[in-house]
């Protein structure tokens, strides 16, 4: 049964604001952003948008059941402003940036001169030549369905946030930090995305962002589900915009723990080739262990509990969904084993699992 905010739909979203006849950028760019009680960095995400050198023809904007006095700022800036193409949407519960993003994704292509979703995190800076950057990328070689670059953090520019994807010898995802390691694709948080790619997702799959993530892994979802549909991810080495990080769910917490975890058991329950699972089995397990004893040790043991019986007390319908798609995994499964990081984790794993276990 699907909960409530998998079930929910275009029609249930209010609208607010909408400068759509305003709207005049020509690139075929639906811009994307969600806002959950962060409006002071949503306006100043939307305004470093306004000094783009490429103008997106649309942007769409989601308050994603934020405390009233924090939409009413939103709703304030909005009107007092002409941001060309805007549209605020204002949903009664809190989707998550999954299905908040896939409601989104769905009235953007509705024009169907949109052949381009760009996803920006709203507590993120963006470049002056972001947008250009970005529609750029989409036109290297090969049949590519979706394309990022460098973010790099806001308190400290000259640091890396996040350069996409990695996957490890683990099997677990995480932000690339160094060129040296392998690219899976761009993270949801600044990201262009075709519409080809995202149709072609939604009729095999049921959906462009997996709805039962919520948050968290669900960018690793969608990346790892374009290459089993043969789609090639692109990257650029150019800084796209300056990233906060973590403005809405606060930094490492339950909440973080949580969805991160348990997206990434499903998403290796449905997506991952069995030859992989066989191969890195026991890597596999090496972290589900190191998991379970850093969380244990910092007191987090009824927390893996509710982890692992939400794992598998759905594990029957991502096994379904899983056999659906032996055609697609049996065809394009060796591309996401030649995308791999041929090492455990990332970079000062080791000494960051040490601290966290300490205290």
């Not at 806001?154 to 060129?179: C, F, N, W």
């Not at 692992?308 to 029957?316: A, E, T």
């Not at 995994?329 to 601290?355: C, P």
Request: charged share 20%; glycine share 8%; hydrophobic share 40%.
């Amino acid at each position: 049964m699907k909960s409530k905010i998998e079930a929910c739909q275009v029609e249930d979203l209010e609208e607010v604001v909408n400068h759509c006849k305003e709207a005049g950028g020509g690139a075929g760019i639906g811009l994307l952003l969600i806002n959950f009680n962060t409006a002071v960095q949503t306006i100043r995400c939307l305004d470093s948008i306004l000094n783009s050198s490429l103008m997106p023809d649309s942007i769409l904007l989601l308050d994603n059941a934020s405390e009233i006095k924090d939409f009413n700022l939103l709703v304030q800036h909005c009107n007092s402003r002409s941001i060309p193409g805007l549209n605020l949407y204002r949903s009664s519960i809190n989707l998550g940036f999954a299905q908040g993003s896939n409601l989104l994704i769905e009235l953007a292509l509705r024009d169907e001169s949109c052949d381009k979703i760009v996803l920006l995190n709203n507590d993120a800076i963006a470049e002056k030549e972001m947008l250009h950057r970005l529609c750029e990328a989409l036109r290297s070689p090969g049949r590519i369905g979706l394309a990022g670059g460098r973010m790099h953090r806001l308190s400290h520019p000259e640091q890396v946030d996040t350069l996409g994807i990695s996957i490890y010898a683990s099997l677990m995802p995480a932000d690339r930090k160094s060129l040296d390691d392998g690219y899976i694709g761009p993270t949801g948080g600044c990201c262009i995305l075709t519409r080809e790619m995202l149709e072609d997702s939604r009729s095999v799959f049921g959906y462009y962002f997996d709805p039962r993530f919520f948050c968290y892994c669900e960018d690793t979802d969608l990346a790892l589900r374009s290459l089993l549909l043969g789609y090639t991810p692109a990257y650029i080495d150019e800084l796209l915009a300056l990233h906060e990080g973590q403005a809405s769910s606060g930094k490492v917490n339950n909440f973080v723990a949580y969805h991160g975890l348990r997206n990434v058991f499903w998403m290796h329950i449905k997506l991952m080739p069995r030859a992989l699972l066989w191969k890195h089995g026991i890597l596999i397990l090496l972290a589900h262990f190191l998991t379970v004893g850093r969380h244990s040790v910092n007191g987090r043991f009824g927390l893996l509990i509710n982890i692992y019986k939400d794992v598998f007390g759905r594990m029957p319908e991502f096994w379904y969904e899983r056999r659906r798609i032996k055609n697609y995994m049996r065809e394009n499964g060796h591309v996401i084993d030649s995308l791999l990081t041929q090492r455990f984790y990332r970079k000062g794993y080791a000494r960051q699992l040490w601290k966290s276990m300490r205290g």
